[in-house]
């Protein structure tokens, strides 16, 4: 009752607010007349996405197929969050096992790929795709027979999400009596009774190819109920609860459809305004002009017009030549504000988008890559290494062990710590390009010796692993001294200045003050 009184006063003050002018707390809550048309809904998570969510991957695939600018933005994310791959680096303390782990791992990183078309980051960046255009990919991870003759009888199936019914809802019977509650099954998601996934319900082929699947004739559209341990589900969450992922080119496919038509028409127009015609005109349509060809079907005759040419008109005859407008002088700026809009949706920079550089100088263009990266080191580390390296990791490891080809003792039995301290990993993307690397080195470089950042970490930033740097500067330098070489960049021996700093081929033995090089 007193919930109702409150209600019942609190719409009373409304009207009464409303009735002597008082604007609401918040304008866009407001029912002025600039609010009429504006009357939102608020589904969840769940049915957002299973309302709009075929809808808008449609349209997405469709602008990528056809579209350069919405290809460049796909391309432009991939290359910049994935480029040649995700690579990790074992953080075991055992030196031993991490260097068996990092040997079998890149062994294995060629024969990943269950379809043979690429290596495992080569999927790192086509599941990146698929989640940016499609809004999601599925990973089946697909263990394999000793016999496949693989280096870890693993291997990985990438998966459109259209083979994951976004239609397919219901609740699934309880097998452990009444007092157990059933699973629920959620836009092809199968959920136990406290929310963890537990089995994902596959069609087998993709639906929209029909008989052209290679599995439509073994009951290709029938769904089958995989467990959720063999699926990775990659898609970026922008809302708790949200189950399914929405493509990134949502915000922008309305904008880019209709700039694309946009641009089209100012390519006709253009076109258009290119063609010189003459149109004449005369008293007696049947007699001939100078140069006049014969009638078409329709009665229409054309007469050419060559250089050099004075064509003398008879008597009530009348010569206009067609003036199509131009483009204008205001196209390229419009277009600029559009492009940046359509860059803002998708998450990167105009430049990227466009290719357009007009304008930039290495301030600006640092300071766009510098937001830019950062909102691409978080999909990185947050979507793409936690929901897709991680798993494959732990799956790979975990096959690795079981089949005999990597000794981990205490793995299987040691209980969970001790197989977190096997499966810890740092996992280091590629490096950063930058417009004008000297200045940045040199910046790196004063960090290092200031003893803000580590040597590690300096060489993690560029994309490189600091255990195997230093093996091969420490291979490199035993080869040069067997040839009796000294290279400017050899530091033992040279000076910043490239000249010599210590005649001795010995790095240990000690110069003039008594102290050796390495001190």
Known sequence: MAWAASRTRATWFGKLRSLFGQPPVHEAAGRGRRALAWTPGNPGAVAAMLATSTELRIKSRDLVRRNAWAQAGIEAFVANAVGTGIKPQSLS???????????????????????????????QALACRAMLEGGECLI???????????SVPLQLQLLEPEHLPISLNTDLPATGGASSPGNTVRSGIEFDAVGRRVAYHLYRSHPEDGGLAPMSGHGGMDTVRIPAAEIVHLYRVLRPGQIRGEPWLSRALVKLNELDQYDDAELVRKKTAAMFAGFVTRQNPEDNLMGEGATDADGIALAGLEPGTLQILEPGEDIK???????????????????????AAIGITYEQLTGDLTGVNYSSIRAGMLEFRRRCEMVQHGVLVHQLCRPVWAAWMKQAVLAGVLDAPGFVRGGPSRRRQYLAAKWVPQGWQWVDPEKEFKAMLLA?????MSRSEAISANGYDAE????????????????GLIFDSDARY?????SIAKPSRDPLAPDDTGVGLSG
């Open 494 to 498: 040279t000076t910043r200045d490239g």
């Open 468 to 483: 195997d740097i230093d093996r091969e500067i420490a291979a490199d330098n035993q080869r040069a001294d067997d040839l």
């Open 140 to 150: 089946r991870l697909r263990p394999r027979r000793p016999e496949d003759g693989l």
């Open 321 to 343: 030549f067609s003036d199509p407008a131009d483009v204008g002088g205001s196209y390229s700026e419009f277009l600029r504000t559009q492009f940046r809009a359509v860059a």
């Open 448 to 452: 290092i010796r200031s003893g803000l």
């Open 93 to 123: 303390d055992d030196e031993g096992f991490k260097t068996a782990v990092q040997a079998l791992w890149r062994d294995w990183v060629e024969e990943a790929d269950a379809a043979g078309q690429t290596d495992f980051y080569g999927l």
